[in-house]
Every structure is written in C-alpha cells, then in structure tokens.
C-alpha cells in the first residue's frame, strides 16, 4: 500500500511538473526550439540561472524585449518554487 500511495505521489509531482511548461510551450515549442511570437530568443539549453533570472525579470518588470508584456502576464502567478522548477525543466530540454 505505501509503494502505491508512494508512486501515485511522484507521478501527481510529476504530472504538476509537466504542467508548468504546457502553457509555455504554445509559444516556445514543445522542447523551447522557437523564438517566441518570432520575437524572442530561443531558450533551449539555456542554463537554469540564466532562465530563473529572466523569469524573475519578467515578473518584476526589469526583463525583456517586445514580449515583456506577455510574459509578465505568464509568470505573475508563478511562486519562486514554480520559477525554479520551470527553470529546471527548460534547462533539461534538448
């Protein structure tokens, strides 16, 4: 019963883990392999700090180009947790 309660745990972790980039990922691409809008720059393989600190940006204003508008809508609702995991997620795809 603990192995199940234990799998069913990190699968719902890691569905909600998903989740964070699926809204990103209508603009950005399924693996973050397209300029945003056509404005943006391509943020696959960027490092996890790197894409923590424009997201930090966006949300406090001091970030961004033609879409800071629209992404400041984006991450307005994201906790610091949410920023780093998104981060974390970016960071990985290849």
Known sequence: MKK?????L???????????????AT?????????????SQIIQGWPAEK??????????GTYGGPTKGVMKLQVDALSDADIK?????????K
């Open 4 to 8: 199940i309660v234990l799998g069913t």
């Open 51 to 60: 894409i923590e600190a424009a997201l930090h940006g966006y949300k406090d």
């Open 85 to 93: 995991d998104l981060a974390k997620q970016i960071s990985a795809m």
């Open 27 to 39: 603009c950005h691409g399924a693996k973050a392999e397209k300029k945003a809008l056509t404005k």
């Open 10 to 24: 990190i699968a719902a972790a890691t569905m909600m883990a998903a989740a964070n980039y699926n809204k990103c």
